[in-house]
């Protein structure tokens, strides 16, 4: 059986892109394709629900002073604010449930 390099490879088929090589996150970091680590992907999200929350109680606070924000607005900046801590939450409870179950297995 002849062994291939991949220049060879590559020459036999002309038309297939060539695939990036996956570099490895340095260690004890998790990395994801941004290369961005998990913790920073995690304060992103919560500076995101965060800045919901906030365009939520400004548009509220807007409609009841001065009247002049559409209601349709801030019902749907409400649902979205909903939806995001909701999900938040939800994400929350799943990595406490995971640290929890890692710190209980038995090596």
Do not use: C, R, W, Y
């Not at 990036?20 to 992103?44: A, E, M, R, Y």
């Not at 906030?54 to 002073?65: D, F």
């Not at 449930?97 to 090596?107: A, D, G, N, R």
Request: proline content about 5%; hydrophobic content about 40%; glycine content about 10%.
């Amino acid at each position: 059986m002849n062994n291939f390099t991949p220049n060879q490879f590559k020459s036999m088929l002309p038309g297939i892109p060539q695939i990036p090589q996956i570099q490895t996150p340095l260690k004890g970091q998790v990395s994801l394709g941004g290369g961005q680590s998990f913790g920073n992907v995690l304060s992103d999200m919560l500076g995101n629900v965060n800045k919901m929350m906030n365009k939520s109680e400004e548009l509220t606070q807007a409609a009841v002073t001065t009247g002049k924000v559409n209601l349709h607005e801030v019902m749907i900046a409400m649902a979205e604010e909903e939806v995001a801590l909701g999900l938040t939450t939800q994400v929350a409870g799943k990595f406490i449930s995971t640290v929890e179950k890692l710190t209980q297995m038995q090596v």
